[in-house]
């Protein structure tokens, strides 16, 4: 079984920055694709940004430019860098550790944009 823990969401404010973290408890973390999901209130769970085991990325296009994701093999970590927040990128946050044959998602965290 997969956990993944997910840290640094919080409040910012518009044209703030925060830093997300996946932390995940897998021997598989080098192999798998990761990936940074949303899901804001009423609306369905979205793709903001993925990384594969080649560090081939997918950024969805409304973060493009503000948002950076990264992954440390060594660590079992992945990262997403915000930048240039907006009070639309609120929402729960999420990681997810995707290979071939399973899926797992972390529980979320909170990112507010607010001023």
């Known amino acids: 079984q997969v956990q993944l823990v997910e840290s640094g969401g919080g409040v910012a404010q518009p044209g703030g920055s925060l830093r997300l973290s996946c932390a995940a408890s897998?021997?598989?973390?080098?192999?798998?694709?990761l990936g940074w999901y949303r899901q804001a209130p009423g609306e369905q769970r979205e793709l903001v940004a993925l990384i594969t085991p080649l560090n081939n990325t997918k950024t969805k296009d409304s973060v493009k430019g503000r948002f950076t994701i990264s992954r440390d093999n060594a660590k079992n970590t992945v990262n997403l860098q915000m930048n240039s927040l907006k009070p639309e990128d609120t929402a729960v946050y999420y990681c997810?550790?995707?290979?071939?044959?399973?899926?797992?998602w972390g529980q979320g965290t909170q990112v507010t944009v607010s001023s």
């Open positions: 897998s021997s598989i973390f080098s192999i798998a694709t």
């Open positions: 997810a550790l995707t290979t071939a044959f399973s899926e797992f």
